[in-house]
Structures are given as structure tokens and as C-alpha cells.
């Protein structure tokens, strides 16, 4: 029996850990989507052209105008993680700030579809096809907090 409670112990360490680190990845990732984009004529300037493509402002505006969405979604995700902190997981806001991310991901797809249609070059439908898996995963979180936060009404009524 002893060996159950320090293997559930282990288990409760690790799960904290990994909260935290999500907490501090999205914090992370927030800063360098605002270096990117504070940094963003610096760092075309340096880079070969791919394609005959000259970082002209059009390109510096599109790229700064998809990088909105990405930063929005980050802050959403940063909140999310702060709420799994909170062991506050199965709520409204949470659904509410999922549907906020799915709103940035369809954002950014509409953003590289018509960069893909516009400019034919096959990192814009990379992207185009990442943020389609990202949004299909967004929408089963969802799903999935939703229905668990019935579960977890529904069994906290029945104690």
C-alpha cells in the first residue's frame, strides 16, 4: 500500500511540474511572437529572398497582421494554462477562451489561404494546413472540456 502513495505522490509532483511549465512555455512564447514582430524588418533584412520575393511593406504587413491572431491565441492559451494551475479546468471561461482560439486559428487560416492563393508558394499552405489540425484539435478540447464539465457538475450534485 505504501508504495501506491509515493508512486501517486511522484504522479501529483509531475502532474505540478508540467502545469507550471505550460505556464511558462506560454509566457515564453508570447515574448518571442512580440520580438518577432518588433524585430521583424531586422530580421527579413538578413535572409535571402526565397522565390524572387523582395521583403517589401506588403510582406512586413501581412506577416505582422498573421502574427495578431498567433498573439491573441498565446494570451487565450496562457489563461487556460493559468486555470489548469487553478485545478479550475471544467468551466465556461475556459470553453469561452477555447472559442477564442478556434476565432484566431480560422483567422489565421483565412490570412494564409489567401496567401496561398496569392503568391502559389507552399509554406503558406503548410501553415494553411497546420492551422486546419490546430483547429480541428481546438474543437475536440472543446468538445471534451465541455462534456467534462457536465460530468463534473452532474457527479458534484450527486454527493
Known amino acids: 500500500m505504501r508504495e501506491f502513495s509515493g508512486s501517486h505522490d511522484l504522479l501529483r509532483i509531475h502532474r505540478g511540474l508540467v502545469k507550471k511549465a505550460m505556464v511558462v512555455l506560454s509566457v515564453l512564447s508570447i515574448l518571442g511572437v512580440l520580438a518577432v514582430m518588433i524585430f521583424l524588418p531586422q530580421l527579413l533584412a538578413n535572409l535571402?529572398?526565397?522565390s524572387g520575393l523582395s521583403p517589401d511593406g506588403a510582406h512586413l504587413l501581412f506577416l505582422r497582421l498573421s502574427a495578431l491572431p498567433l498573439l491573441i491565441l498565446l494570451c487565450l492559451f496562457l489563461s487556460?494554462?493559468?486555470s489548469l494551475n487553478r485545478n479550475s479546468v471544467f468551466t465556461d471561461q475556459v470553453v469561452k477562451r477555447l472559442t477564442g482560439i478556434q476565432v484566431c486559428l480560422l483567422l489565421d487560416q483565412l490570412l494564409y489561404l489567401y496567401a496561398a492563393?496569392?503568391?502559389?508558394l507552399l509554406l503558406a499552405v503548410v501553415?494553411?494546413?497546420g492551422c486546419v489540425m490546430l483547429l480541428v484539435l481546438a474543437?475536440?478540447?472543446?468538445?471534451?472540456?465541455?462534456?467534462g464539465g457536465e460530468y463534473y457538475t452532474d457527479s458534484s450534485l450527486s454527493i
Open 117 to 120: 492563393v496569392r503568391t502559389h
Open 48 to 50: 535571402p529572398a526565397p
Open 139 to 147: 474543437t475536440l478540447f472543446k468538445e471534451v472540456i465541455r462534456d
Open 127 to 129: 501553415i494553411l494546413l
Open 80 to 82: 487556460i494554462s493559468l
